[in-house]
Nanobody
């Protein structure tokens, strides 16, 4: 089994920064990719960013490109999402998700095998 635990959410003002963490435990060895998604009230869950464990290839949603940075620490089995220049439109519950084996279409939530419980990010104007 795999457990994913997010942390680092909170209430900030527009223009501020936050860093989210996602710690993975359990049978994560040689997993393929870790993604971040978010879901605002009344909206569907949307892709934010993804990073491959091996090689470190990464991709971002257009809405966060240039403001958010995804990174990983393989030794700690942890993935981070550094979020800068936050706006009220970034307010959502943020989830990390793990894909165990190779897959394409990593921006689709349905591709992922495991999910964390989510962490709330609220950005006030």
């Amino acid at each position: 089994q795999v457990q994913l635990v997010e942390s680092g959410g909170g209430l900030v003002q527009a223009g501020d920064s936050l860093r989210l963490s996602c710690a993975a435990s359990g049978r994560t060895f040689n997993s393929y990719a870790m993604g971040w998604f978010r879901q605002a009230p009344g909206k569907e869950r949307e892709f934010v960013a993804v990073i491959r464990w091996s090689g470190g290839s990464l991709y971002y949603a257009d809405s966060v490109k240039g403001r958010f940075t995804i990174s990983r620490d393989n030794a700690k089995n942890t993935v981070y999402l550094q979020m800068n220049s936050l706006t009220p439109e970034d307010t959502a519950v943020y989830y990390c998700a793990l894909r165990v084996t190779f897959a394409t279409g990593l921006s689709a939530a349905s591709v992922y095998d495991y999910w964390g419980q989510g962490t709330q990010v609220t950005v006030s104007s």
